[in-house]
């Protein structure tokens, strides 16, 4: 006898700021200001553009984008009696983010839109994907015999 796990996903859209070659020597073409702050634009795969105004705070300065966020159908509550994680469609949110002082982007794992989650590296993330498709490979194979 298998068994089926249904996971459900929604993939959010976001759009991307035009990508170019943000470098020290040439600026971006983009068809809105640019706040002071981020005279070299946003990397390619940040999807707040125009989003991004002259008020924002100093801590608020991030980059954001490639967003996407999972049904976590095999969440149990007992794994935590914190009420924004252990709800009835508990959701595990993950995307791309950089303070622009930052030299490369992290990927936040959040629960269910809080702040409650991690920050992990982009190398960190890296090994951690290639262990989870190895996983999920074992896990077919066995399915198989
Ligand atoms: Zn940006």
Same mark, same amino acid.
């Given at each position: 006898?298998?068994?089926?796990?249904?996971?459900?996903?929604?993939?959010?859209? #976001?759009?991307?700021?035009?990508?170019?070659?943000?470098?020290?020597?040439?600026?971006?073409? #983009?068809? @809105?200001?640019?706040?002071?702050?981020?005279? %070299?634009?946003?990397?390619?795969?940040?999807? %707040?553009?125009?989003?991004?105004?002259?008020?924002? +705070? @100093?801590?608020? $300065?991030? +980059?954001?984008? *490639?967003?996407?966020?999972?049904?976590?159908?095999? *969440?149990?509550?007992?794994?935590?009696?914190? $009420?924004?994680?252990?709800?009835?469609?508990?959701?595990?949110?993950?995307?791309?983010?950089?303070? %622009? $002082?930052?030299?490369?982007?992290?990927?936040?794992?959040? *629960?269910?839109?809080?702040?409650?989650?991690? +920050? #992990?590296?982009?190398?960190?993330?890296?090994?951690?994907?290639? +262990?989870?498709?190895?996983?999920?490979? =074992?896990?077919?194979?066995? =399915?198989? $015999?």
């Amino acid at each position: 006898m298998t068994s089926t796990t249904t996971i459900e996903a929604e993939t959010v859209p #976001v759009t991307t700021a035009p990508s170019g070659t943000a470098t020290v020597t040439s600026l971006p073409q #983009v068809d @809105y200001p640019l706040p002071a702050w981020l005279p %070299y634009g946003c990397p390619a795969w940040c999807g %707040y553009g125009d989003e991004h105004d002259e008020d924002t +705070h @100093y801590d608020d $300065r991030n +980059h954001g984008g *490639f967003a996407f966020n999972l049904v976590l159908t095999a *969440f149990s509550s007992a794994i935590s009696d914190d $009420r924004d994680i252990a709800t009835e469609r508990p959701e595990l949110n993950m995307n791309l983010v950089q303070h %622009y $002082r930052e030299v490369e982007p992290r990927i936040w794992i959040g *629960f269910n839109g809080t702040n409650k989650g991690v +920050h #992990v590296t982009i190398s960190e993330a890296e090994k951690a994907a290639r +262990h989870l498709l190895d996983m999920v490979a =074992a896990a077919h194979a066995a =399915a198989a $015999r």
